[in-house]
């Protein structure tokens, strides 16, 4: 059944069982999840409302030109006038987490969950193995997915509370925070600016194209465990490369930067800076002239809204959970209009960052191949210390030498330097 709604229950990277109010249009491709925060902000006792509005890529109507509806994740932290939005792009394939249900194609039992009958199919995708229980209606009732070549065991979904058939259409409608989502690009929809006074000198790096102009405009970086976090480190299972959902990163045309940039310390809300498919030029969405920041993981745990003031970490890490606060980097957002001129303070005139200077770029291969990257994130290095700092470790030395017995990646030429 490609259309239904249930409360779907799986336990969350930190092994909590979360029941998530699950609407499934698979037919359209679209998704809403509502549901409580995993975690609570620290020295409160509520929960904070979490929704997230998937729906697929496509082409819209833009002055009479096709235009790619590029940003297809909306997540809506906390409600009311609380509520924050935060807009992201998602290949909607890869995000489906049902959609793996199709590879299950050869009967293998039965069982009866919650009191509801159901047949058992199981199959293989990719580096993953898959087995479902549907019941009569068409619909799961529980789906297991484990690594193929392991057999461990990453997730257990279990439905409850199921109803099959068509959903009304408001159903996916936009939250009130992310209703103008069509409106102007660069409002900023969220929280005020951290009231921390003063600016920091960051080293951040981002993975990237050879083609892409080497400048921080309207681009997302990161520091290192953010930038492995982007990249997924924890994700590879298996021996394919290169990440396709994660810039390509391990392909032999694609590079990373390290970058020294110097940001007021008065964040603002994460932005996601993409390629616009019209003008071939990057756009923060949803941002004003402020740096945005985020918790590396503020995309699964979208924490904090309006008076609470942490928005995923965007003022304070004192939120996070112990085993994250060491293991979890930073995602930051540099919009073009808060670049501060030439010579310019930080500061001045409201500018938010400036200053940017590119230290070094290598080819990502040799940091997965040559330097091992790749073999250190077969591991668990999901929210890991100890794995989290021996990875960045190998990450920043491929960065910050050109000598192989120092862990060091050469320089590589790049033409076309931008850097205003």
Same mark, same amino acid.
């Given at each position: 059944?490609?259309?239904?709604?249930?409360?779907?229950?799986?336990?969350?990277?930190?092994?909590?069982?979360?029941?998530?109010?699950?609407?499934?249009?698979?037919?359209?491709?679209?998704?809403?999840?509502?549901?409580?925060?995993?975690?609570?902000?620290?020295?409160? %006792? +509520?929960?904070?409302? #979490?929704?997230? &509005? @998937?729906?697929?890529?496509?082409?819209?109507?833009?002055?009479?030109? !096709?235009?790619?509806?590029?940003?297809?994740?909306?997540?809506?932290?906390?409600?009311?006038?609380?509520?924050?939005?935060?807009?992201?792009?998602?290949?909607?394939?890869?995000?489906?987490?049902?959609?793996?249900?199709?590879?299950?194609?050869?009967?293998?039992?039965?069982?009866?969950?919650?009191?509801?009958?159901?047949?058992?199919?199981?199959?293989?995708?990719?580096?993953?193995?898959?087995?479902?229980?549907?019941?009569?209606?068409?619909?799961?009732?529980?789906?297991? %997915? +484990?690594?193929?070549? #392991?057999?461990? &065991? @990453?997730?257990?979904?279990?439905?409850?509370?199921?109803?099959?058939? !068509?959903?009304?259409?408001?159903?996916?409608?936009?939250?009130?925070?992310?209703?103008?989502?069509?409106?102007?690009?660069?409002?900023?929809?969220?929280?005020?600016?951290?009231?921390?006074?003063?600016?920091?000198?960051?080293?951040?790096?981002?993975?990237?194209?050879?083609?892409?102009?080497?400048?921080?405009?309207?681009?997302?970086?990161?520091?290192?465990?953010?930038?492995?976090?982007?990249?997924?480190?924890?994700?590879?299972?298996?021996?394919?490369?290169?990440?396709?959902?994660?810039?390509?990163?391990?392909?032999?045309?694609?590079?990373?930067?390290?970058?020294?940039?110097?940001?007021?310390?008065?964040?603002?809300?994460?932005?996601?800076?993409?390629?616009?498919?019209?003008?071939?030029?990057?756009?923060?969405?949803?941002?004003?002239?402020?740096?945005?920041?985020?918790?590396?993981?503020?995309?699964?745990?979208?924490?904090?809204?309006?008076?609470?003031?942490?928005?995923?970490?965007?003022?304070?890490?004192?939120?996070?959970?112990?085993?994250?606060?060491?293991?979890?980097?930073?995602?930051?957002?540099?919009?073009?209009?808060?670049?501060?001129?030439?010579?310019?303070?930080?500061?001045?005139?409201?500018?938010?960052?400036?200053?940017?200077?590119?230290?070094?770029?290598?080819?990502?291969?040799?940091?997965?191949?040559?330097?091992?990257?790749?073999?250190?994130?077969?591991?668990?290095?999901?929210?890991?210390?100890?794995?989290?700092?021996?990875?960045?470790?190998?990450?920043?030395?491929?960065?910050?030498?050109?000598?192989?017995?120092?862990?060091?990646?050469?320089?590589?030429?790049?033409?076309?330097?931008?850097?205003?």
């Amino acid at each position: 059944m490609k259309q239904w709604k249930a409360n779907v229950t799986a336990r969350n990277d930190l092994g909590q069982h979360v029941t998530i109010e699950t609407f499934y249009d698979g037919l359209n491709k679209r998704i809403r999840e509502r549901s409580d925060s995993a975690f609570t902000p620290v020295g409160t %006792t +509520s929960y904070i409302p #979490t929704d997230k &509005l @998937l729906t697929n890529r496509r082409y819209i109507a833009y002055d009479g030109t !096709p235009q790619y509806n590029e940003y297809n994740l909306n997540v809506t932290s906390g409600s009311g006038d609380d509520a924050s939005c935060r807009i992201f792009s998602q290949n909607y394939s890869y995000t489906d987490p049902f959609a793996i249900a199709e590879f299950a194609s050869v009967k293998n039992g039965s069982l009866v969950i919650g009191g509801e009958p159901c047949e058992i199919w199981s199959g293989s995708a990719s580096v993953l193995d898959v087995s479902v229980c549907i019941a009569r209606d068409g619909v799961p009732r529980q789906m297991n %997915t +484990s690594i193929a070549s #392991t057999k461990q &065991l @990453l997730s257990t979904m279990t439905w409850s509370n199921v109803v099959a058939g !068509p959903l009304p259409e408001e159903v996916f409608a936009p939250s009130r925070a992310c209703a103008n989502r069509s409106a102007n690009i660069s409002t900023d929809h969220g929280p005020q600016a951290c009231e921390e006074a003063g600016s920091v000198k960051l080293d951040v790096y981002r993975v990237h194209s050879v083609t892409e102009p080497l400048n921080l405009n309207n681009k997302n970086v990161a520091d290192s465990l953010g930038e492995l976090e982007f990249v997924q480190c924890g994700d590879w299972w298996g021996e394919e490369h290169p990440c396709d959902h994660c810039g390509n990163f391990g392909a032999k045309d694609t590079v990373v930067s390290w970058w020294q940039v110097e940001v007021s310390k008065a964040f603002g809300q994460y932005a996601a800076c993409n390629e616009d498919f019209v003008t071939h030029e990057n756009t923060c969405y949803r941002t004003s002239t402020l740096v945005g920041r985020s918790s590396a993981l503020g995309h699964d745990w979208p924490l904090g809204a309006g008076r609470l003031g942490l928005d995923s970490g965007r003022c304070t890490d004192a939120w996070r959970p112990g085993v994250c606060k060491d293991a979890c980097g930073f995602w930051y957002s540099l919009p073009l209009s808060g670049r501060c001129a030439d010579g310019q303070p930080v500061g001045t005139n409201g500018c938010s960052w400036g200053h940017p200077q590119r230290v070094r770029t290598v080819n990502s291969t040799c940091i997965v191949q040559a330097r091992g990257l790749f073999e250190m994130c077969k591991m668990d290095t999901s929210i890991n210390p100890l794995s989290n700092a021996v990875a960045s470790s190998i990450f920043t030395k491929a960065l910050r030498s050109d000598d192989p017995a120092r862990g060091g990646c050469p320089d590589i030429p790049l033409l076309g330097e931008i850097l205003v």
